[in-house]
């Protein structure tokens, strides 16, 4: 015979208390009534905007869709988090009473997962004792603590040149095929973050297996949680996706965890949201997105950023449709984020990689977490590149008289140096010690003068 222990006999109640609290006694059910493009229309159940639902597709087989918009009080428009393949007219709805949950925990680390939690690496359930909302709210702006500490990426020209501090959120823009997925992979490689939040959304299919097992390597998937949902999926598991990471990224951050945050791509996430607008009537605007593109853009990324004990250092990328800065979604990205840099196609095709052109990259929160002698370095690099850009082409013409511009004079004889220092293979991992190190060895400057510092501060103060 087993003995029960009383505070046993506690844990055992207990467990099961939560499931009994976890079960909806009240089932609002209506039926599918219309199929329309991406949506379905049904009469009933009555339900909230947001609300997330259950349509049978057959014996005890169902998909999960989302409440988008209403056509009457009782006619509500859902679109499918999923293949909306077997849905009938008829069909029962059945409301869950909320919006989706995100499983969190220790237990999803080295997992990948689609847009709804659910694990698709073939390792078995997923079985957390937490859930997060998916939906979850930005902390209140008043209890953010400061952006103080630099976070190293182990890209050295991130680093040196345009450091990002924990709690940071920069925007990476970048062409197709300039190499924004493998500056990713570096990243989520060799940071000195706790753990990675890793967000694959709208890309190819092919691609996933390339970054998990070759850009991210099985060290890095150790401290990892990766979230897929590719371009073939349905809208709703697109946007859910990015949803459900950011909720992930949070539940680590209230741990205390400093967490890096890495989406990609943002503009695949706007155009699954453009996608579900116009189906729900919404009427379009800039380049074909709604309003409520927009919208969802800053709500998302204000979830990221520091919380009143940890951290998310979000990194999100931004496709660039025919390399057009001016697009609206890498417009209105940009004036969100706390920084961007930028890849170049074509530096990229110099075989310079990273691809980064650090003249037009910024990070706004360098100023705040770099020593004063580090920022010093990294603006006399800055000018030399600028200096090196202005005269390139009489360069390259051969039409340029050594001695009109000192500055220039030193940035032509530095420059196969300076390509040298900001080039970096995949395999070769750095810091921001090391960056600031090279950046001392490139410039020979041991120590700066005292003019050269002041030169510094009167210039930022500018």
């Known amino acids: 015979m087993i003995r029960v222990l009383p505070h046993e006999k506690v844990d055992i109640l207990s467990k099961y208390m939560k499931v009994l609290e976890d079960v909806d006694c009240v089932r609002l059910t209506g039926y599918v009534d219309k199929i329309q493009g991406l949506s379905i229309e049904s009469v009933g159940p009555n339900v909230r905007f947001g609300d997330v639902c259950r349509i049978m597709t057959g014996k005890k087989e169902f998909i999960y869709a989302e409440v988008v918009g209403f056509k009457a009080k009782d006619r509500p428009v859902l679109m499918p988090i999923g293949d909306m393949n077997g849905v009938l007219p008829g069909a029962d709805v059945i409301s869950l009473g909320s919006s989706l949950m995100a499983p969190v925990g220790d237990e999803i680390l080295g997992r990948v997962i689609d847009g709804?939690?659910?694990p698709i690496d073939g390792k078995g359930p997923i079985i957390t004792s937490q859930k997060y909302p998916i939906e979850g709210t930005p902390v209140n702006p008043l209890q953010r603590c400061n952006v103080e500490k630099p976070l190293s990426t182990g890209i050295r020209a991130i680093d040196g040149l345009m450091t990002v501090g924990r709690g940071q959120r920069i925007g990476i823009f970048s062409g197709s095929g300039v190499g924004k997925s493998t500056t990713l992979g570096m990243i989520a490689r060799y940071t000195d973050a706790d753990i990675n939040v890793i967000a694959l959304i709208g890309e190819r299919g092919r691609e996933v297996r390339d970054f998990v097992y070759k850009e991210l390597g099985e060290e890095g998937l150790k401290r990892s949680v990766v979230i897929v949902a590719t371009s073939d999926q349905a809208p709703m598991m697109r946007?859910?996706?990015?949803?459900?990471a950011h909720s992930i990224a949070e539940y680590f951050r209230d741990q205390g965890k400093d967490v890096n945050l890495l989406l990609d791509s943002v503009t695949r996430f706007a155009m699954a949201q453009r996608e579900k607008g116009l189906a729900a009537g919404e009427p379009s605007a800039s380049k074909g997105y709604p309003p409520s593109v927009f919208n969802m853009l800053a709500r998302m990324m204000e979830r990221s950023g520091n919380g009143i004990n940890g951290s998310i250092s979000a990194f999100y990328t931004v496709l660039i449709e025919a390399d057009d800065m001016n697009d609206p979604i890498a417009d209105a990205v940009r004036g969100i984020l706390d920084g961007h840099i930028i890849l170049d196609r074509s530096i990229a095709n110099k075989g310079h990689y990273p691809a980064i052109d650090v003249l037009a990259s910024l990070s706004r929160c360098m100023k705040d977490v770099a020593a004063e002698e580090h920022q010093a370095l990294a603006l006399e690099l800055r000018g030399l590149l600028a200096a090196y850009k202005d005269v390139e082409d009489m360069v390259m013409l051969n039409t340029y008289a050594r001695g009109t511009n000192p500055q220039a004079d030193r940035a032509i004889n530095m420059i196969n140096d300076i390509n040298s220092f900001l080039r970096q293979k995949v395999a070769d991992?750095?810091?921001i010690d090391k960056a600031v190190a090279q950046l001392h060895s490139l410039l020979d400057a041991p120590q700066l003068s005292?003019?050269?510092?002041?030169?510094?501060?009167?210039?930022?103060a500018r």
């Open 239 to 244: 946007i859910r996706g990015a949803y459900l």
């Open 116 to 118: 709804i939690g659910m």
């Open 450 to 460: 005292r003019a050269r510092r002041s030169d510094y501060v009167s210039s930022t």
């Open 429 to 431: 991992g750095s810091s």
